[in-house]
């Protein structure tokens, strides 16, 4: 972070990521009459702060990272506020685009869901994974082993049926394969800790999936 006028080395100052030491920051900049501010929005750090130094009444240059990269050579924490700084009081910094409060709500929600999705999606490859190791082919007759047809049976498996017979009975009308050649995919060798684990990636996917919804009544709120 720099300010707008020039900053000799008695001019630096260090302070920590605690809530109180960000305000003493902006009480310290005020002190020394700063009153515009540049800082580079990489990590986290800079949220906090940004939203301290704008509530206090500065103008705030936020800037990407790749436009205050300094010349080849050591770097260092106070070299780099002495380069940001050098470019602000110069006028050569731009400011990020900023999303409004609601807007950045929302984005938060929305990386949330992403992230919740993914390991949505691990925990269905390890399904698939563990009832190949049981030498149950449910992925060869049906598209998506967490679709309509494919759920209902790992459902059943996990409540403890093993009759190819019944599990295929629960084949959606939709299904393209018939029960007969989906019964033929279901005869399990009864390997229990394969069972065990298949169990628990169920949970870990229905929690998930449980996750996810309550994170879509969130985003639908805004």
Known sequence: MGSSRSKKKSDIKEFGVYNENLYALADWLSEHKITSVAMESTGNYWQKLHAVLIAKGFEVTLCNGKFTKNIKGKKTDVID??????????????????????????????RHRLNLIQQAAASSKKMQK???????????????IVGLTGLKIITAIYLGETDPKKLASLRHYNCRKSEEEIAKALHTNGRNDYLYALNDELDTYNYLQEKIRKCDDQIALK
């Open 81 to 110: 506020c002495q380069w940001i700084q050098k470019l602000h009081a110069l006028g050569l910094l731009s400011s990020s685009f900023l999303p409004d409060e609601d807007t950045e709500i929302l984005r938060t929600f929305t």
């Open 130 to 144: 563990y009832l190949r190791l049981m030498n149950i082919r449910l992925d060869v007759v049906v598209k998506d």
